[in-house]
């Protein structure tokens, strides 16, 4: 019984390093989202600030040149705005695949656990058994030796 225990120990160390590597997964990801909403907040401001710039110069002589350049940088700030939402839609949906992983993994861990609990209790539970069982066989022959010993004198 107790390769037994420990063979499924081995399996459940196993199943938390598993665990774990999810959760560090899970943490990754997480800064990586953290990283990109930093990211496109700031691009958002660069975006309003252009905005703002290009305001500005609508009631002054500006070239058709300069007018395009600022348009364009617009246009530059709203394409890393697009592509910074479609990385974090991407990121979000490798959290939530990840998620699912970790809940599962850790239910395989929790399974895991008790099953070797039970275990466990199930042999602590034979012993006492066993242990009960030889305690009353040697009360047994002291009592039966006692009473033939004491009735024979």
């Not at 037994?4 to 943490?27: N, P």
């Not at 660069?46 to 300069?66: H, I, N, W, Y």
């Amino acid at each position: 019984m107790k390769e037994k225990v420990d063979r499924f120990q081995r399996i459940l160390k196993t199943r938390e390093k598993s665990r774990e590597e999810e959760q560090l997964l899970l943490a990754d990801q997480r800064g990586e989202e953290e990283r990109l909403v930093t990211r496109l907040d700031v691009l958002h401001t660069e975006k309003k600030k252009a905005f703002d710039e290009f305001r500005t110069q609508q009631g002054e002589l500006v070239s058709p040149r300069e007018m395009w350049f600022h348009r364009r940088s617009i246009d530059v700030v709203d394409k890393r705005i697009c592509d910074g939402n479609s990385s974090l839609c991407d990121v979000r949906q490798a959290i939530e695949a990840t998620e699912v992983r970790l809940v599962e993994k850790h239910r395989e861990v929790r399974i895991m656990e008790n099953y070797i609990t039970s275990m466990l209790d199930d042999w602590r539970t034979s012993i006492l058994k066993s242990e009960q069982s030889e305690m009353d066989d040697i009360a047994g022959i002291r009592h039966g030796n006692g009473t033939r010993g004491g009735s024979g004198s």
